[in-house]
């Protein structure tokens, strides 16, 4: 007769049943692991919680931290200030002719992130105006971020005007990011003020923040308030242009 053995069970003819392989070793209990992992969690979140912390706000913290602590994190600002001063090549917008695009964009692209905008040669295209403006905004506050700016009939010979403004993002010789028109930010609505909650400047800082052009703990960054989580842009979707349209050298 055939005895049924639950393997589960902690018996001691389980136990010589596993010792000789007759039956799996029981499962290992997950709680144990789980409980081990948020007890890191939280060990390494306090660990990190001056991380996003600018010189400001750690000297409004000197009555609650230890002032060893918060020395550290001064100096690793300091540090950060200082590499971005150093990195902070570019301040400006690069106007494009094709015959240079292999050198300012391509090459360019394996020093540091490079955005080009594709404008429009239309005057009356309002969303390609505003972001020449926001371009200018944007090159200024991220000097270690080339920003360039070509039409897009000049650059690609019968590009569509209903695809401008087209944002293109290089990095290490490579087109990392599409955007065709604004219509994946806040159309036109995307210039608000870069003080207003929901601006422009935010949803491309997003879109840089995804890319790893722009970190967390950026100090040129401007605070969110508590309120920002609900409306904070979620990643920005790849966008491509048309196949029969996409043929530049």
């Given at each position: 007769m055939q005895v049924e053995v639950n393997p589960n069970e902690d018996t001691e003819w389980n136990d010589i049943l596993r010792k000789h392989g007759v039956i799996p070793?029981?499962?290992?209990?997950?709680e144990p692991l789980i409980q081990e992992a948020l007890v890191e969690a939280?060990?390494?979140?306090?660990?990190?919680?001056?991380?996003?912390?600018?010189?400001?706000?750690l000297d409004e913290l000197e009555d609650e931290e230890d002032e060893e602590f918060l020395e550290q994190y001064r100096k690793q600002r300091l540090a950060e200030l200082s590499t971005l001063q150093k990195t902070s090549l570019y301040n400006q917008v690069y106007p494009l002719q094709k015959v240079d695009y292999g050198r300012e964009v391509t090459e360019a692209s394996n020093n540091a992130f490079v955005l080009v905008h594709l404008s429009s040669s239309s005057s009356g295209n309002v969303e390609s105006q505003r972001l020449t403006e926001l371009w200018r905004q944007l090159a200024t506050k991220f000097g270690d971020i080339k920003f360039c700016e070509i039409r897009?009939?000049?650059c690609i010979e019968g590009y569509p005007e209903r695809n401008t403004p087209t944002i293109l993002v290089y990095k290490d010789g490579e087109?990392?990011?599409?955007?065709?028109?604004?219509?994946?930010?806040?159309?036109?609505?995307?210039?608000?003020?870069?003080?207003?909650?929901?601006?422009?400047?935010?949803?491309?800082?997003?879109?840089?923040?995804?890319l790893g052009a722009l970190k967390e703990s950026d100090v040129r960054l401007k605070k969110r308030s508590d309120d920002s989580d609900d409306v904070r842009p979620s990643k920005i979707k790849q966008s491509r242009v048309d196949d029969d349209d996409d043929d530049w050298d």
């Open positions: 070793e029981k499962p290992q209990d997950p939280e060990r390494k979140a306090y660990e990190n919680r001056l991380e996003d912390k600018d010189l400001d706000e897009g009939n000049m087109i990392r990011r599409q955007l065709v028109t604004l219509r994946e930010l806040k159309g036109p609505r995307t210039m608000i003020e870069v003080s207003v909650l929901i601006s422009t400047s935010i949803d491309l800082e997003r879109m840089l923040l995804d």
